[in-house]
């Protein structure tokens, strides 16, 4: 039975929670295993390789944002092209966006591999744990192609309303993640062995989400009529893509920068940064996901021209997101030592470090959860450079408040960490302001 959701009709909220809530979900088993996956490196291979898994973690982010920002903007065009019910122009988007998308992976993976080590000195890696480092990306690195099938195929999914199969995928992937990482860590393949656990489980969700749309959605995919480069099409899908990949990127260069500010304070607080940034990404990656999934019911509607049902979703979303956030940031807030204890030893340098981190920055969770409606919801409208100004102003102001606090004025850690929620707060502010005026036709008009 086919699991696609017409977002445009029907009760806004029952709507938007039944497709959310598989890429909710979704994040949560990601999360899960991120959280298994440190904890086995944590606890088997010691502090060192704890600390180069953290590193290479963000960097990966990083590289992710670049694939995931390109497929979401892309899936922001096939759910328009959707909501128009326009199959031949969501057909001929699959075949320009997965040739141009998944050529640009495989050039950056290529290039990936002649820069390895440059990578370490370009992250203020400590010398102590540039080798395990190195290694852990070496084998990593392969599975940068299996990211792009795997996101790829989830936005076109999504963009008609199915959110339930990238779900089932990214379950047995995780599933499976899980087992070799236990498998190949405990049989003394080291910290390689968590890298290739993680490879193999990618390939097997990106290669089974392509192979289910190939052959469940065979009126979506592109014949040989659809193999041209139209540029109307080509230049929105460029557009949208582009400007989301900026976004992505720009925010997570952000936090490679803040990476290396990090890096400079020494192994103990690169531990704790490492094991705070995965459960601190458990705790509202959800939220991010919502945003997502927001996105791509205003996409759908947008290309219906509902715009009534988009203005009355906006603020329905936006409860959903003060709520959870706000629970979500009371829980971590009150329970920072305990969660850092599943990663180290309670009450330790380590462990204090990372409970600081998260009452500090997990307080104001209710920023970045506006941030991602707001991320969302200009991408769908076909307006993705609001996006990326939202993210420079974020990340612009959280790299300058951190290397000033912790520079100028001594203040310690703590100040890169304040430095976070303040940026949101400042591209909140932006964004809303933004999003009221185009309500009121002042900013921009719907057509």
Request: proline residues 2%; hydrophobic residues 55%; charged residues 10%.
């Amino acid at each position: 039975m086919r699991q696609e959701r017409d977002l445009t009709k029907g009760a806004i909220v029952k709507s938007l929670w039944l497709f959310a809530l598989p890429l909710m979900l979704g994040n949560v088993l990601q999360q899960l295993y991120n959280l298994v996956d440190t904890w086995v490196v944590g606890r088997y291979l010691g502090k060192r390789a704890l600390a180069a898994v953290g590193a290479s973690y963000t960097l990966m982010t990083f590289l992710t944002s670049v694939v995931i920002g390109l497929c979401l903007g892309a899936g922001a065009f096939f759910a328009m092209a959707y909501g128009r019910r326009e199959k031949e122009t969501f057909r001929n988007g699959i075949f320009m966006s997965f040739t141009a998308i998944g050529g640009l992976s495989i050039v950056l993976t290529i290039l990936l591999y002649g820069f390895v080590r440059p990578l370490t000195y370009l992250l203020q890696v400590p010398a102590e744990t540039v080798e395990d480092m190195v290694t852990y990306l070496i084998y990593v690195f392969a599975g940068f192609f299996a990211i792009f099938l795997y996101n790829y195929f989830a936005s076109v999914l999504r963009s008609i309303g199915n959110s339930v199969l990238p779900l089932v995928f990214l379950g047995i992937s995780v599933a499976l993640n899980i087992g070799l990482d236990l498998l190949f860590v405990t049989f003394s393949f080291g910290i390689a062995g968590a890298a290739v656990a993680t490879v193999i489980s990618q390939y097997i969700a990106g290669i089974g989400l392509m192979l289910y749309f190939l052959f469940r959605y065979s009126d979506l995919c592109p014949a040989k009529k659809d193999f041209t480069w139209e540029k109307k099409n080509f230049r929105q899908i460029l557009s949208l893509s582009g400007f989301t990949c900026l976004q992505q990127s720009v925010m997570n260069f952000g936090i490679l920068m803040i990476q290396g500010l990090v890096n400079s304070f020494g192994t103990v607080v690169m531990a704790a940064f490492a094991a705070a940034v995965k459960i601190d990404a458990f705790a509202y990656m959800p939220v991010q996901d919502f945003g997502n999934a927001f996105s791509f019911f205003v996409a759908q509607n947008y290309g219906a021209k509902k715009y009534a049902r988009i203005r009355k979703g906006f603020l329905l979303a936006l409860v959903s997101v003060l709520i959870f956030c706000l629970v979500i940031s009371a829980a971590v807030f009150g329970f920072a030592d305990t969660l850092m204890g599943f990663f180290t030893n309670e009450g330790s340098a380590i462990s204090a470090a990372g409970a600081e981190y998260l009452r500090v920055e997990g307080a104001f969770y209710v920023g970045i959860g506006i941030l991602f409606l707001l991320y969302g919801y200009y991408r769908a409208v076909d307006k993705p450079v609001v996006s990326v100004v939202l993210t420079i102003i974020s990340l612009g102001t959280r790299v300058i408040l951190a290397y000033a606090l912790t520079g100028l004025f001594q203040t310690g850690v703590i100040g890169i960490w304040a430095a976070i929620p303040i940026g949101w707060g400042l591209a909140d502010l932006v964004g809303m302001v933004g999003i009221v005026s185009s309500f009121r036709g002042h900013f921009f008009r719907f057509p």
